[in-house]
């Protein structure tokens, strides 16, 4: 799957709103470009990339906690 397909599939899903989607489209355009850009700026992207990805489990449990109205569960051990 390339990064059209992916664009596609976000299209035809309504995934704009899908935050995660937009990150898997972000990191399937960087896999493309590989080979065209310096060694630095792969990991500068890729290391912006997973950022967004961390950002995404912090907007998960904001969304969660609004739904919900209440603390993220803990687990017992």
């Known amino acids: 799957m390339n990064s059209k397909d992916?664009?596609?599939?976000?299209?035809?899903?309504?995934?704009?709103?899908k935050p995660w989607?937009?990150?898997?489209l972000r990191?399937?355009?960087l896999q493309e470009r590989r080979s065209e850009i310096s060694a630095e700026e792969?990991?500068?992207?890729?290391?912006?990339?997973?950022?967004?990805?961390m950002n995404l489990g912090e907007w998960w449990l904001e969304s969660k906690m609004k739904?919900?109205?209440?603390?993220?569960m803990r687990?017992?051990?």
């Open 6 to 17: 992916v664009a596609k599939y976000i299209e035809a899903t309504d995934g704009i709103s």
């Open 21 to 24: 989607l937009l990150v898997q």
């Open 67 to 72: 739904c919900f109205n209440s603390l993220p």
């Open 27 to 29: 990191l399937k355009k």
């Open 75 to 77: 687990i017992q051990y």
């Open 42 to 53: 792969y990991i500068t992207e890729l290391a912006d990339i997973q950022q967004a990805l």
